[in-house]
């Protein structure tokens, strides 16, 4: 286990963060665009340009830690949303993969597949979080 792990970081933000990994690797490689946003999204979880090579050249397996609230819930979608919209081609395999990912969180709604491929279409249009959010409230309602 390298240094990256060691320090205080939370198995929270490294099990988040490896899942979007995991993600911009679902084509084979990581574009541009998605190494971009990973490290953009790095710099917001604390992490320094080090440790966001040190995770993208692991082969470490990370234990998924589950969000304890529905917000944090969204946030962690919408962040690999983000990042699979940063290109601006969604494929169906991402889409499955954050459906799927979304039932691990606890997604419970017959809607999660509509709510996914919804917030991924309004994040391609360069939609705010907030708009994405604004724009999914019908389907949580239920």
Do not use: C, W
């Not at 962690?76 to 990042?83: A, N, R």
Request: cysteine-free.
């Amino acid at each position: 286990m390298f240094s990256l792990f060691k320090i205080s970081r939370t198995k929270k933000l490294d099990s988040h963060f490896a899942n979007m990994l995991a993600v911009s690797k679902l084509d084979g490689k990581i574009g541009d665009e998605e190494l971009v946003y990973l490290y953009k999204a790095g710099v917001k979880f604390g992490y320094t340009e080090q440790d966001v090579n040190e995770f993208i050249n692991s082969d470490e397996d990370f234990e998924a830690q589950v969000p304890a609230t529905r917000e944090e819930r969204i946030e962690q979608v919408l962040d690999i949303l983000e990042l699979i919209a940063s290109d601006k081609v969604v494929s169906e395999e991402e889409l499955d993969f954050v459906t799927k990912f979304a039932f691990k969180l606890g997604a419970k709604s017959e809607f999660t597949d509509i709510i996914i491929r919804k917030m991924a279409m309004e994040l391609v249009q360069n939609k705010t979080r907030e708009e994405v959010k604004s724009a999914i409230a019908p389907f949580l309602a239920y």
